[in-house]
């Protein structure tokens, strides 16, 4: 089955920078990669998504990068602000069904 | 539009009870997956319905856990007997018939503590 890895667990940047995480996934079937911001106690919300026809998607100040060849795929949140801070997961589908496989998660903290 | 309903939000039940958790999808969405998150823990998924139907259990555990979903009603999560390590909350995700692959819309969840 589909296996997903997410580094790094944790990061911490300076209010302004820029964040990365990145995610790797087996499944070369796989041509859906959603990207969930999970708040504390609450239920995780869908930020940004990309489909395997596409290369990168841009959405304000979040973009998700896709390598199909190398199998990995990358959040990028430019000008993070304190509200960003979160538990990131990314997320990959199994062939054409709905059924998502996560990641273990990315903890961002933004510091001011 | 309301959301994906799940209902009770948090359960308290001591081991070798049961518990029953509830989800009612989407408006117009006919399918319906169900998650487990463990503390500091990324969502593991365990069971993907459609109406009088489980299309993939893959996820469940073989023992203690079973789902349904009805055609009138909310799918429903059951657990009997319930031990310390089922403490987690329990996520509902649902979308609608031919959607494209992936767009799940969740719940708030329901978080079950086991004394």
């Known amino acids: 089955g589909e296996n997903v890895e997410q580094h790094p667990s944790t990061l911490s940047v300076q209010e302004g920078d820029s964040a990365v995480i990145k995610c790797t996934y087996s499944d070369s079937a796989s041509n859906y990669f959603p990207w969930y911001k999970q708040e504390l106690g609450k239920r995780p919300q869908l930020i940004i998504d990309i489909r395997s026809n596409v290369g990168e998607k841009k959405d304000q100040r979040i973009a998700v990068t896709l390598n199909k060849t190398a199998k990995h795929f990358s959040l990028h949140i430019t000008e993070t602000q304190p509200e960003d801070s979160a538990v990131y997961f990314c997320a990959a589908n199994t062939g054409t069904a709905s059924k998502l496989t996560f990641g273990t998660g990315t903890r961002l903290q933004v510091t001011l | 539009n309301a959301g994906v309903m799940q209902n009770p939000r948090h359960l308290v039940r001591r081991r070798g009870q049961e518990a029953r958790l509830r989800c009612s999808p989407m408006?117009?969405?006919?399918?319906v997956y169900w998650y487990r998150q463990l503390p500091e823990e990324g969502l593991k998924f365990m069971v993907y319905?459609?109406?009088?139907?489980?299309?993939?259990e893959s996820g469940m555990p073989k023992e203690r856990f079973s789902a349904e979903f009805p055609k009138e009603g909310p799918s429903i999560l059951r657990i009997q007997q319930v031990v310390r390590g089922d403490s987690a909350a329990y996520f509902c995700?649902?979308?609608?018939?031919?959607?494209?692959?992936?767009?799940?819309?969740f719940g708030e969840g329901s978080r079950l503590t086991v004394l």
């Open positions: 995700a649902s979308s609608p018939e031919g959607s494209k692959a992936g767009e799940l819309f």
């Open positions: 319905l459609q109406k009088e139907n489980i299309i993939d």
């Open positions: 408006k117009g969405h006919s399918h």
